[in-house]
């Protein structure tokens, strides 16, 4: 009963993970499909370039939401069975492939940076915050977000190692944060070549 409720659990993150805010508001307010502009990315970052502030926030905070949610579900359904935390650990990383690799967008979504975070705050809100201030601090310097999301990604391991964090959560951070710098290799690209757009500019 516990490995199928685990493999439901599995099944359900992913379909959150796959669900779109991105995509349905900016069809909603715009008209267009976001994979057809700015970046091409269902995320927030690209949603603030195409619809404007207040849409991006909202789907910053469902996005975050949909990892925090698949994530502490999924330990607390789970808790009985005693391996509750790597079921947690294996929720997180289908949300995040869910995200980046929705169904309902044909394989295609965002780079997963909101809804890692989310993941974070349901683990550890020291983690979560550290690794907020480390994006923080590159995107105040460079006022490149992808620079911010990049080192967050590269960060998230050692911090959970800092933190004290159990070993299925370490695994967390690494597999997770290497798949966000993996999300972002387009970007490190225009980063090589200095062309990746700053805060405020068009992509």
Not at 42 to 65: S, Y
Request: glycine residues 16%.
């Amino acid at each position: 009963m516990d490995f199928a409720l685990g493999l439901g659990c599995l099944v359900a993150a992913y379909l959150l993970g796959a669900v779109s805010p991105g995509y349905l508001v900016v069809r909603a307010l715009k008209g267009v499909d976001i994979r057809q502009v700015g970046s091409g990315s269902t995320g927030a970052t690209n949603v603030l370039r195409v619809a404007g502030k207040l849409p991006a926030l909202g789907v910053l905070l469902f996005d975050l939401g949909k990892g925090f949610i698949a994530l502490k579900l999924t330990q607390i359904w789970l808790e009985p069975s005693g391996y509750e935390t790597w079921w947690a650990v294996g929720a997180g990383l289908m949300a995040i492939l869910g995200h980046s690799k929705s169904i309902w967008l044909g394989g295609q979504g965002g780079k997963s940076v909101a809804v890692s975070l989310g993941l974070l705050f349901a683990v550890d809100l020291r983690v979560a915050l550290a690794t907020l201030a480390l994006w923080g601090a590159a995107v105040g310097l460079t006022r490149m977000v992808s620079v911010g999301s990049v080192l967050g990604g590269l960060g998230v391991t050692i911090l959970m190692l800092v933190f004290g964090q159990p070993p299925a959560f370490v695994l967390l951070g690494l597999l997770g944060g290497a798949f966000v710098v993996w999300r972002h290799r387009s970007n490190l690209q225009r980063l090589r070549l200095g062309t990746e757009p700053r805060l405020g500019e068009k992509s």
